[in-house]
């Protein structure tokens, strides 16, 4: 299995950035596709976005189009999240996943491993 420690979080104003990181140990990194998901308080877990197990194919939600960018170094064993102009609906738990898939995934079932979560918050 392969374990996940997110980091990067913090206070932001809006229009500001953050990027985030997601460090994986154990298992080979390249097996995996990865992705980001997004909770805010009382409400559901949401996909953010996902790249591939390779990094050829990458998919965000329509929400963030746009202002975020996903990507990974496999050298590092590492998958970012860059956020640009951020905004107040932002603001949430972000968590890493992996999933054993090989291609892109947009559904929390999809994902196997999670990381621990980072808190981003968007001051308005």
């Known amino acids: 299995q392969v374990q996940l420690v997110e980091s990067g979080g913090g206070l932001v104003e809006t229009g500001g950035s953050l990027r985030l990181s997601c460090a994986a140990s154990g298992r080979t990194f390249t097996r995996y596709t990865m992705g980001w998901f997004r909770q805010a308080p009382g409400k559901e877990r949401e996909f953010v976005a996902s790249?591939?197990?390779?990094?050829?194919?990458?998919y965000l939600a329509d929400s963030v189009k746009g202002r975020f960018t996903i990507s990974r170094d496999n050298d590092k064993n590492t998958l970012y999240l860059q956020m640009n102009s951020l905004k107040s609906e932002d603001s949430a738990v972000y968590y890493c996943?992996?999933?054993?898939?090989?291609?892109?995934?947009?559904?929390?079932?999809?994902?196997?491993?999670w990381g621990q979560g980072t808190q981003v918050t968007v001051s308005s």
């Open positions: 996943a992996a999933s054993n898939s090989v291609a892109v995934r947009t559904t929390k079932a999809a994902y196997a491993y």
């Open positions: 790249i591939s197990a390779i990094g050829g194919s990458e």
